[in-house]
């Protein structure tokens, strides 16, 4: 009886499952991606504001650089051999 309970309870399981990835898993992926889309629009939008704003005037935007963090590289120390 116990063998035939266990196997009766995977299936409910696995159907439970099933049903989950067919109706509602997608309709919280497409509600996600919605959204995404929403504020891809929106910044694209501002962002077209903000050149129309400006057009005909040169921006240069400057970065410095950023030092390197490698473990290799470091500071070189000049160094004088003595010779006793």
């Known amino acids: 009886m116990g ?3 266990t196997i009766v309870i995977i299936f409910i399981i696995f159907y439970l ?3 989950f990835m067919r109706y509602i898993l997608p309709s919280l992926f497409v509600g996600y991606v919605d ?3 929403n504020e891809f629009s929106k910044k694209q ?4 504001e903000q050149a129309k704003k400006r057009e ?3 921006t ?5 650089d950023k030092p ?3 473990k290799r590289s470091g500071e070189y120390v000049d ?3 003595v010779k006793d």
Not at 45 to 48: G, L
Not at 60 to 64: F, K, M
């Open 3 to 5: 063998f035939l309970r």
């Open 17 to 19: 499952l099933r049903l």
């Open 35 to 37: 959204s995404k889309m």
């Open 45 to 48: 939008q501002r962002q077209q």
């Open 56 to 58: 005909g005037e040169v």
């Open 60 to 64: 240069i935007d400057y970065a410095p």
């Open 68 to 70: 390197s963090k490698d």
């Open 79 to 81: 160094y004088v051999e």
